[in-house]
């Protein structure tokens, strides 16, 4: 079965995002990464390649994670964050937020979950299982910590 994304909700100013090229700043104010992404941003006709990219990369990577899927006490308790009933609080201070991701899947009745972190040079995959009935309603970001919502 695929993964299926869950969308994270960023807390950062809505003006950032509608800013666009006119906040670009240029010539030797800019770096390479600031220009790589808006131009990333620009390309809606590319989403067709990301979703095979996606695709291809999580067949991969579910044949490998299939035996590194921890218990979701096990996953709070290595990475340092905390678990409520009906929320997962991670602190994550050194991810990239354009390289991250939440994605979901059902696997024998209870409910898989992966964060991916990609990184210049590595990053994290993290995979779950959530407690037999929950399941992820939503995630949030808040400062440098995701807020996972369960249902």
Do not use: Y
């Not at 899927?69 to 050194?94: K, M």
């Amino acid at each position: 079965m695929e993964w299926t994304s869950i969308d994270v909700e960023s807390d950062e100013d809505i003006s950032e995002e509608a800013g666009g090229l006119v906040d670009l700043k240029v010539g030797l104010d800019t770096d390479a990464e600031s220009m790589h992404r808006e131009f990333m941003r620009g390309l809606a006709h590319l989403s067709d390649v990301q979703e095979m990219h996606s695709s291809v990369v999580s067949e991969i990577e579910s044949r490998v994670l299939d035996d590194e899927v921890s218990s979701l006490g096990e996953f709070v308790s290595e990475i340092g964050g905390q678990w409520s009933e009906n929320e997962i609080r991670i602190p994550l201070p050194f991810v990239n937020r354009d390289g991250f991701s939440i994605g979901t899947r059902e696997d024998n009745g209870s409910h898989l979950v992966r964060i991916m972190s990609a990184e210049s040079f590595g990053g994290m995959i993290r995979s779950f299982r959530l407690p037999e009935g929950m399941r992820v309603e939503g995630a949030k970001w808040e400062g440098d910590i995701v807020s996972i919502r369960l249902d």
